[in-house]
């Protein structure tokens, strides 16, 4: 099942801060944060896998709520580099497949 | 650093026409997938494979598409008969150490595939 992405779209000037967020309907095992910039392929960001879970650094870090069905990705300070689409990547149990599921993607353009 | 690698990074096909698509994973991960993304849209899962056969595959991966993984490096994606709607940037990943689960997808660079 695909989880949900919001917002869509983010506009920021340099040093702004955004969260994106990804929303499953059930507990999820993890969720896998990827950042893709135009034409290329997506970039593994982080892995949470646990409940109550904040990882990351000082800049760009993301949480897994309690009941393991939102997961938050926070850039702090933003960056032009920080430009591209976000996507969160869901795996709804520990199976051997590690069928990681997309959501639509969060568009992040960060201007001077 | 090891890197998933895929061949060609650009096909050209008539409609009707197979493809075969081409990646060597990173040598020691056990898991592969093959994912595609319609231009401006998600990147969406197709299939996975694992201990040399399909583990999860996805509505999208009907009769048309098989995966094989004909030798130790290589895992290739055929789409049998291509249609228009096939056009997409389609990503080889792979993924999982043999003592630690669940660590993160590497993504190749991806195939454009072109229906004309």
């Known amino acids: 099942q695909q989880p949900v992405q919001s917002p869509q779209a983010v506009i920021l000037r340099e040093g702004e801060d955004a969260v994106i967020n990804c929303s499953s309907s059930?507990?999820?095992?993890?969720v896998h944060w990827y950042r893709q910039k135009h034409g290329e392929a997506p970039v593994f960001l982080m892995i949470?896998?646990?409940?109550?879970e904040q990882k990351g650094h000082e800049k760009i870090s993301a949480s897994f709520n309690e009941k393991k069905q939102q997961s938050s990705l926070y850039l702090t300070a933003s960056q032009l580099s920080y430009s591209g689409t976000y996507f969160c990547?869901?795996?709804?149990?520990?199976?051997?497949?590690?069928?990681?599921?997309f959501g639509g993607g969060t568009r992040l353009m960060v201007k001077p | 650093e090891p890197e998933v690698t895929q061949t060609p990074s650009h096909q050209v096909t008539q409609m009707g026409q197979e493809v075969i698509l081409r990646c060597v994973p990173i040598?020691?991960?056990?898991?592969f997938y093959w994912y595609r993304q319609i231009l401006g849209q998600k990147v969406e899962f197709l299939v996975s494979?694992?201990?040399?056969?399909?583990?999860?595959k996805s509505e999208i991966f009907d009769d048309q598409f098989s995966v094989e993984r004909p030798d130790g490096s290589n895992f290739t994606l055929k789409i049998r008969s291509t249609k228009l709607e096939d056009s997409a940037m389609y990503f080889c990943?792979?993924?999982?150490?043999?003592?630690?689960?669940?660590?993160?997808?590497?993504f190749g660079q991806g195939t454009r595939l072109t229906v004309v």
């Open positions: 990943a792979s993924s999982g150490l043999r003592d630690r689960m669940n660590t993160e997808a590497f």
């Open positions: 059930k507990a999820l095992y993890s």
């Open positions: 949470l896998l646990k409940g109550g």
């Open positions: 990547g869901t795996l709804e149990r520990d199976n051997a497949g590690n069928m990681l599921t």
């Open positions: 040598s020691n991960h056990l898991y």
């Open positions: 494979f694992y201990n040399n056969e399909i583990s999860e």
